[in-house]
């Protein structure tokens, strides 16, 4: 199945730097890498998704960047606000030998973010 | 307002007490699946379903057990908690081939069993 290995697991900035959370794979069959959002007491919300047919994908501050061959992909938030701070989860799905599956879904051990002011 | 709910939201019960945890979305989603959330571990996943009456084992499906007669509901119950269980519960949907399209994930459920 997949394996799926995220770093780091804690990430200190200052307001207006940057952020990048890092995530390995091992299925290389899978092709949909989403990452979540999770604010204290609420359930993870998609923020932003890349399938395997582009290497980058943009929205406003938050870009996720994809390395097939290296099997990673990164987050990455720029110019940082308070707001930002929460915690940040990557995920893959496990693509079975035809490719069709994709019922299972593998999550990493999440990154807390936090911004300070 | 599309929302996957869930009920409870907080329980605390005793080993043993069979307990329900229910999950009703209102998008049609073909999808649906549960997760565990323990500090260091992330999400886990439990059991997940592709249709009505289709199930399958995720990660840790060990002492629960789901069912999926209606498109819109998706219980996951513990027929013998045992303390292992406690832990953050969600349910989540999606459209079809859900571990590859975006997930709805509803607020959680924090089950202690004592």
């Known amino acids: 199945g997949e394996n799926v290995e995220q770093h780091p697991s804690t990430l200190s900035v200052q307001e207006g730097d940057s952020a990048v959370i890092k995530c390995t794979y091992s299925d290389s069959a899978s092709n949909y890498f989403p990452w979540y959002k999770q604010e204290l007491g609420k359930g993870p919300q998609l923020i932003i998704d890349i399938r395997s047919n582009v290497g980058e994908k943009k929205d406003q501050r938050i870009a996720v960047t994809l390395n097939k061959t290296a099997k990673h992909f990164s987050l990455h938030i720029t110019e940082t606000q308070p707001e930002d701070s929460a915690v940040y989860f990557c995920?893959?799905?496990?693509?079975?030998?035809?490719?069709?599956?994709?019922?299972?879904?593998?999550f990493g051990q999440g990154t807390i973010l936090t911004v300070h002011p | 307002e599309a929302q996957v709910t869930q009920n409870p939201r907080y329980l605390i019960t005793v080993t043993g007490k069979k307990l329900t945890v229910t999950c009703s979305q209102n998008m049609n989603h073909e999808y649906m699946s549960w997760y565990r959330q323990d500090p260091g571990l992330g999400l886990r996943q439990i059991y997940y379903?592709?249709?009505?009456?289709?199930?399958d084992k995720g990660d840790v499906p060990e002492g629960y057990k789901v069912s999926r007669k209606e498109k819109r509901n998706f219980p996951l119950i513990l027929e013998s908690p045992s303390p292992n269980q406690t832990s953050l519960y969600f349910c989540?949907?999606?459209?079809?081939?859900?571990?590859?399209?975006?997930?709805?994930f509803g607020d959680g459920t924090r089950l202690s069993i004592l």
């Open positions: 989540a949907s999606s459209h079809n081939r859900g571990g590859g399209q975006p997930q709805h």
């Open positions: 995920a893959a799905p496990d693509a079975n030998a035809g490719g069709t599956s994709y019922g299972k879904l593998t």
């Open positions: 379903s592709m249709n009505v009456e289709v199930t």
